[in-house]
Every structure is written in C-alpha cells, then in structure tokens.
C-alpha cells in the first residue's frame, strides 16, 4: 500500500497544469522508494519496458492506453478502475488486451522449462472484442509453454475472452466482471478461440465475487471452483462435450443447468434444474429472478446494478454470508484500491516564500 500513495505525486501533477486528471495519461513506475511517470498513450508500453524483472509497479491513470508488451516480467499492474468514477470525475482506465507469456529458466535439476512471471492486475477495463459475445477474441491471453502459478486478477472487466493456454496453480479472479467466455483457446497469436474449455491438465483457478457471461470447467483433474458468483449463462459446449466441464459451484447465483459431474452446493438456480449427475446439497432451484434482488434490477450486468440480496437471511451460503456477490470474504466492489482524487484545491499563486498551497482530498479503498 505505501507504493500505492507514492503514486499520488503522478496522479495529482495534471491538476497543477490547471488540468482535470482525466486529461492527461500517466503510467508511474514505482521501484522501491523511486518512481518514474510516463505520459501519452504509450506511457503503459514506456513505463513497463523500463520496469525491473521483478518487483516493481506501475500506477496507470484513467485514459485508454496502447498495449504494453507480452509480460514477462513479474509486476503489479495498478488501474483506476474499470467503470466511470462519477465521485472522483475519472474514466476508466482501459487497454485493448494483456498477454501473459513464460520465458526460459531451469529446474533445480538442469532441465530447460518454462517459467510464468508472477502477475497482478487490478482496475483495468479490458476492450478487445468490444460489444461481442460472438466472436470470442481474446483480452487476457496466458500463452502456452507451461505452469503459471499465482496469478491475481482483481477488480478487472474484461469484454473479450479469458485464454488460459498453460495448466496454472493458485491462480485467481476476485471480483471481476467478464462480458465474454472464459476458457481455453488454441489459436495462437489470432487470439480467437477454437476449443473451448480450460487447459485439459491440471489446472487450479478461481473465480470469486464475480459476474461472468459465460462459465467454464476442465478436466476431473483439474480444481475450478465458482464462488459467490452471478453466472449468467453456460456455453452449450460444455453441457454437451463429455469432457473439460467438471467445476464446484458455491454459493452462486446460476442462471443455467450445470454439466454433469460438477458439485454445487448453497447455489440459487433460475433454471428449474440443478443438472443431470450434479453432486451437491442445500441449493435453491426455479427461483424467479423478481424474487431475488432488492430492487429489481435483475441479473444482467450494469455499471449500477450492485445486486442487493432481498432476503439475505434466507439465502446463506455454506460460509454462513448471503449468497451472490456480496457475500463471503470480498463482496462486490468496484473501486480500484489506488486513491481517488475527490477534492483539489490549489491556490494558484505562490507566496513570499515561492510555496504554493495545495489541499487534495483522498480516498483509498481496501475492499
């Protein structure tokens, strides 16, 4: 978090150049107690070239920045949020697409494999594919050539599809919003998806407090797990496949009928079936969605739906909080934990002694 206030020195510059911070893009490298601020569309691609191997973070303002390069590098990815901030006065900060790729290293033993950097994204807004369930083009794209392991996405709205091409370790979605599919592709650099589902091998992910279009599984010896979540629809594939569908369902709100051999448990299902061969106990099915939310603004995703439970203490998932997205141990929230700029004032004039008053109200968010 202390790297995180540093980034105020960047975040409050434009305002004085007399400018409102949505006018100006900035990218701040944070290295150690340094730090570096890039500007222009290209600040994201300047700021991350000149970022260490490890360690190191980068603060990217509101603004729609060009993409950086494939990371290879393990690095915290900071943004202002994938939403309009309407209190602070802020866009979101957006990039057409991430690509994750491994570089070569060594085992403890001499073998030549492929090693993932350690990556955490949080308050970005993802646009390839912008206004298309249909054609599946990829936003966040993890390339194949190994094991990629404790990935953390956070905060993060992604309007293309998830492409997990490597078998992954504690790797995790916490309240994130996907408008698109999640799974596996095997289209290489075209980023389009020709097979769905996640990577057959062993794949640990999780996806928590958050509103996806379209879920996904994988192989019995995977682990996905889908919890407090709004799952708005599952791909017919993987209904009817026979294979990459296995997930746990708990404590969600399930449009659809799962695949067979997932568990569900604590789940609240529209559908008026859980699934055929679904293991699992306590779930609520043929729930009409006018009866679930106060108010009714029903399951389709808004920058101003927050989906309030209407009768929390009716639906209480297996970890005894509300069912949905603000349960559990991260409900819903949309705001970036980089501080919001909510007031500035800034006297102009210098005095005798060349100082010039500032006062910046700020708000960081932790949730």
């Known amino acids: 978090m202390k790297k995180l ?3 105020l020195i960047a975040l409050a510059l434009p305002l004085f150049a007399g400018a409102q911070v949505t006018d100006i893009r900035t990218a701040t490298l944070i290295h150690g107690n340094e730090t570096k601020v890039y500007y222009g569309e290209d600040a994201f691609k300047d700021a991350y070239n000149a970022a260490a191997q490890s360690g190191d973070v980068i603060v990217l303002s509101s603004g729609n920045f060009n993409d950086a390069p494939s990371i290879t590098k393990s690095i915290s990815i ?3 949020g994938y939403e309009t901030d309407t209190i602070a006065g802020t866009e979101p900060t957006s990039i057409s697409s ?6 070569t290293g060594y085992d403890d033993y001499g ?3 492929k090693i993932y950097p350690k990556v955490y994204l949080e308050g970005l807004l993802l646009l390839l594919n912008k206004n298309s369930y249909s054609d599946r083009l990829t936003c966040l794209y993890i390339a194949e050539g190994g094991n990629i392991d404790n990935l953390i996405v956070r905060k993060c709205k992604m309007t293309g599809a998830l492409s997990i091409n490597a078998t992954s370790t504690n790797c995790r979605f916490i309240q994130c919003v996907f408008m698109n599919h999640i799974g596996y592709s095997t289209s290489g650099s075209t980023g389009r998806i020709t097979s769905t589902g996640f990577k057959t091998e062993q794949s640990q992910l999780s996806f928590e407090n ?8 994988s192989s019995l010896t995977s682990t996905i797990t889908f919890n407090h979540c709004i799952i708005y629809g599952i791909d017919s594939w993987y209904v009817t496949s026979g294979s990459k569908q296995y997930a746990h369902f708990t404590n969600n709100i399930i449009v659809a009928a799962l695949p067979e051999n997932c568990t569900a448990y604590n789940n609240i299902f529209i559908s008026t079936s859980i699934g055929t061969n679904v293991t699992g106990e306590n779930n609520w099915v043929n729930i009409v969605t006018s009866g679930i939310f106060e108010p009714d603004n029903g399951l389709v995703y808004s920058a101003t739906n927050n989906y309030i439970i209407r009768f929390p203490k009716k639906y209480v998932g297996t970890d005894g909080t509300e069912v949905g997205i603000n349960g559990g141990s991260y ?11 909510l007031q500035s004032d800034i006297d102009l004039t210098t005095t005798e002694d060349k100082k010039l008053n500032v006062s910046i109200k700020v708000e960081a968010q932790t949730k």
């Not at 958050?210 to 599984?217: F, K, M």
């Not at 409900?331 to 700029?341: C, E, M, Q, T, Y």
């Open 5 to 7: 206030f540093l980034s």
């Open 78 to 80: 900071y943004g202002a």
């Open 98 to 103: 991430i690509s994750i790729a491994p570089v």
């Open 111 to 113: 073998t030549q494999i």
């Open 210 to 217: 958050c509103w996806i279009r379209y879920a996904a599984g």
């Open 331 to 341: 409900p819903f929230n949309r705001l970036s934990s980089v501080p919001r700029i």
